[in-house]
Structure formats: structure tokens, C-alpha cells
T-cell receptor
Framework: GAVVSQHPSWVICKSGTSVKIECRSL??????MFWYRQFPKQSLMLMAT?????????EQGVEKDKFLINHASLTLSTLTVTSAHPEDSSFYIC???????????FGPGTRLTVT | AQSVTQLGSHVSVSEGALVLLRCNYS??????LFWYVQYPNQGLQLLLK??????LVKGINGFEAEFKKSETSFHLTKPSAHMSDAAEYFC???????????FGTGTSLTVIP
């Protein structure tokens, strides 16, 4: 149990376009979902935390208007990178947690390449 | 401040040798501690977790870790390294206040044949 999927696993887009990444909890209800960004050879950096039906809470330095997060249901959260630029190229990982649980379950990640 | 530190960004061991990856945390409240492994271009896989039960925690793939409150440590060990253990390892801590995880900077493990 506690499987989290991400789609797509890899996306290449042109500079200036927007890209949507989906994160789904397949066999449990995720009251909270998290979005991380990971640069090569570096650790995960938390971008934002979202609770179902509420606005996401962004970490300091993360642009809300650039990284749009929607957590419309207990099994789906989306991250939209708007007007993507090459510097947005990175590995984006989502995680999900059940209500009252400390553990986060991680998705397999989405590699975004902006050309 | 609440944080986690991994000493040694790169660790190399010979195949069959002991693996020791270090993790120290700082916290004013009891922590929950996790070790994750990440293979290239993949997400994180949970190795083991400490959630205030037994201080010696056994995980998958022969790994284990011991929570030592007096040393604020949660080091990861494996008696005998295997080639397939070569990967990036992350220590993470979270607290009762919210579910936010704090990740260490990671340790890259190389296993030498």
C-alpha cells in the first residue's frame, strides 16, 4: 500500500511554455501533499506543502505565480510550471501523507528539461 | 533550529565491507527519523524509519540504524556491502508539528569490487 505515482516521468518543453505535472496517491487518501525540487547531485528542496481543498503553502524563495499547485482532491495534486525557462530544468518529486501520519510516501519523480 | 546533517558527501567501501553512513539531527522535540535511498533518475525509496519505538531499527536490504538520543544520531549501517548498494542515501527528520521533512544533503555510496 501507499503508492504514489507521477506523470509524466520525463518531459521536454520549449522555453516559454507551461508544463503540468501530476501526483497521485493510488491506494490511500492523501490529506497533505508536498512538492520537492532536486538539482543534480543535491538534496531535495521543499517547494510547497498543500492540503486538499486549501491553497498551497510555499517555502521562502519559491515563486507562487511560477509554480502553481492545485490539490483538488484527496488523491491528486498538480504542479504547473508556468512560462518555463532553462533554469527550471530539474527533477521534481512529490510526496503524500495520510492524516495524522508522520511518514511521507514519495513519487518516482518527474524530470523536466526546458530547451 | 531543527535540522539534519549528514557527514561525508561521498563514502567508498569495498564489496563485503561494513557500510556506515552518518546522520545527526538537532531538535527541541522528539523526532521521527528516516533513511531513504535514491538510485539515478529515480524517486526515493524508504529504507527504514524510527518513530519512537525500538531504538534499533531494521530496514530493507540488510540495512539498520540505531537512534541514539544522547548523541542525537541515527547512523545507517550494513555489515557487508553489495555492489547494488551503490546509490545516494538521504537522512530525513520530521516532527510532530506538521509533516514537514528536513532532508540531509545526501551521501553518495560507492562500492568497490
Amino acid at each position: 500500500g501507499a503508492v504514489v505515482s507521477q506523470h509524466p516521468s520525463w518531459v521536454i518543453c520549449k522555453s516559454g511554455t507551461s508544463v503540468k505535472i501530476e501526483c497521485r496517491s493510488l491506494d490511500f487518501q492523501a490529506t497533505t501533499m508536498f512538492w520537492y525540487r532536486q538539482f543534480p547531485k543535491q538534496s531535495l528542496m521543499l517547494m510547497a506543502t498543500s492540503n486538499e481543498g486549501s491553497k498551497a503553502t510555499y517555502e521562502q524563495g519559491v515563486e507562487k505565480d511560477k509554480f502553481l499547485i492545485n490539490h483538488a482532491s484527496l488523491t491528486l495534486s498538480t504542479l504547473t510550471v508556468t512560462s518555463a525557462h532553462p533554469e527550471d530544468s530539474s527533477f521534481y518529486i512529490c510526496s503524500a501523507s495520510r492524516q495524522g501520519a508522520q511518514e511521507q510516501y514519495f513519487g518516482p519523480g518527474t524530470r523536466l528539461t526546458v530547451t | 533550529a531543527q535540522s539534519v546533517t549528514q557527514l561525508g558527501s561521498h563514502v567508498s567501501v569495498s564489496e563485503g565491507a561494513l557500510v556506515l553512513l552518518r546522520c545527526n539531527y538537532s531538535s527541541s522535540v522528539p523526532p521521527y527519523l528516516f533513511w531513504y535511498v535514491q538510485y539515478p533518475n529515480q524517486g526515493l525509496q524508504l529504507l527504514l524509519k524510527y518513530t519512537s519505538a525500538a531504538t534499533l531499527v531494521k530496514g530493507i536490504n540488510g540495512f539498520e540504524a540505531e537512534f541514539k538520543k544522547s548523541e542525537t544520531s541515527f547512523h545507517l549501517t550494513k555489515p557487508s556491502a553489495h555492489m547494488s548498494d551503490a546509490a545516494e542515501y538521504f537522512c530525513a527528520v520530521c516532527f510532530n508539528t506538521g509533516n514537514q521533512f528536513y532532508f540531509g544533503t545526501g551521501t553518495s555510496l560507492t562500492v568497490i569490487p
